[in-house]
């Protein structure tokens, strides 16, 4: 059994020819050595390149003792943060912790409850959310390198003023952890203001490239994950994703092969699993291409899917829809599960009988190997990322695999893969319709183009 991942793509033939990858490697050797050499547009955002190999043990011994306490103490945590600030935590939560924890005996748990807040806008879910941390120890971690993001920095505030009522606001200072720049930003201000134990996010790695620092291990081990393991996985794929050969890097690999779709109309990029737990592991791939790679009018639109779940919703359309499309898929070569289709004595004719004894593993394994063979068939150049099991080594060198294959390819396509530029857009709309200060000119300007194709009627 290999203990590392490969990236398998005998399923781009035929949409590829013979020899087209391989001419690729100048390219990528290019694209390499900028981020290899930090020279490249938004290469002071290169950190993370070698962070799993340099993050200093006393930071890692610091945030477990903080993780034990937490795990001593609390029944919910409550993880503050949006987009790189969270993603990343929640995709190895999900994905190594139990399906269903609201339902488990505390001691099968291996940490608290852990809630996500400050990833969206809603009211409801702030209240239900407060409802529920009602009769339960809280304590909680806000997670913002700006420090001014409005979604994290609102739900904060709610979730202050809960402990503080709760426990008083030395009490409420005691339960607060927050992961921000070492300077700048509200913060971290507050942060000095009232004494929180905090941590640093590392200048030079921006949000969605920093599951590996702070911002995703400090949480990943209140919720009991090894993140030593995590990070020895992320360490051990520095080297084959830093090689020259094209041959021999899978991640560089992946970027040629992805742009050399790209150009031949191939402009969706669909990440599959077969496994619910790596939902938020395809959220976190898709936020990592998306703001990584969309921008100047160009990249490749990251979508993902569950199987077998949207075999039955978009598996019609991934068969015989347009063209456009391509599959990343994530192959678990080993899975937990022994569960095996029981006998029915009931005598019931439910037309199952020729899978009794199977196990479950099994019945996925064909129906993964069906799906790729009938996807080729319909026209859907297939990569395969075969991955040994879903544990903590093997998803901190999906992490690390990924981030390297998003810089690679951002400079292949010729961007800036380290900015979001774009997320600006409608946060100053929503400023300026809010009536923050300094917002007025905006706010003037919405008010003259607020005039849709029926003069603003609702029709
Ligand atoms: O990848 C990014 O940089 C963004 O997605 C940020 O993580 C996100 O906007 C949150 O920013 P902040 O951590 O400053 O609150």
Known sequence: ???????????????????????????????????????????????????????????????????????????????????????????IIEGLGPAFPPLLPPDRLKGPLVFFAGQNLSGAYLEELLEVLEDRSVYINMISKSGTTTEPGLAFRALRKHLTERYGRKGAAQRIITTTDAARGALRKVTEEEGYRSFVIPDDIGGRFSVLTPVGLFPIAVAGIPIDTLVDGAASMIEPCGRPALSRNPAALYAAARNLLLGKGYSTEIL?????????????????????????????????????????????????????????????????????????????????????????????????????????????????????????????????????????????????????????????NMFALLGKPGFEERAAELRARDRGPSGGKLV
Request: aromatic residues 10%; hydrophobic residues 35%.
């Open 272 to 428: 599959v699993s077969y496994d619910p737990k790596l939902q938020y592991f395809a959220e976190w791939w898709k936020q990592l291409f998306a703001e990584s790679e969309g921008k100047d009018g160009k990249g490749i639109f990251p979508a993902s899917v569950l199987f077998t779940s949207d075999l039955h919703s978009m598996g019609q359309w991934i068969q015989e829809g347009r063209r456009t499309i391509f599959e990343t898929v994530i192959h678990m070569e080993r899975e937990d599960s022994t569960l095996q289709v029981p006998v029915d004595a009931s005598g019931l004719e439910d037309g199952l009988g020729y899978l009794e004894g199977r196990t479950w593993t099994e019945i996925q394994d064909k129906a993964y190997e069906g799906t790729k063979m009938a996807h080729h068939q319909g026209g859907v150049p297939i990569l395969v990322l075969e991955a040994p099991a879903r544990d903590a080594f093997t998803l901190g060198q999906m992490i690390q695999f990924f981030e390297s294959a998003c810089g690679i390819s951002g400079y292949l396509l010729g961007v800036n893969p380290f900015n979001q530029p774009g997320v600006e857009a409608y946060k100053q």
């Open 1 to 91: 059994m290999n203990d590392r991942i490969r990236i398998e793509y005998s399923g781009l033939i035929p949409f590829l020819q013979e020899g087209e990858i391989e001419a690729m490697e100048e390219s990528v050797q290019r694209a390499l050595q900028s981020l290899q050499e930090g020279s490249g547009p938004g290469g002071e955002y290169t950190g993370w390149l070698r962070y799993p190999e340099s993050i200093p043990a006393s930071e890692v011994r610091r945030m477990e003792t903080l993780a034990e306490e937490i795990r001593a103490e609390a029944d919910a945590f409550v993880v503050i943060g949006i987009g790189g600030s969270y993603l990343g935590a929640r995709a």
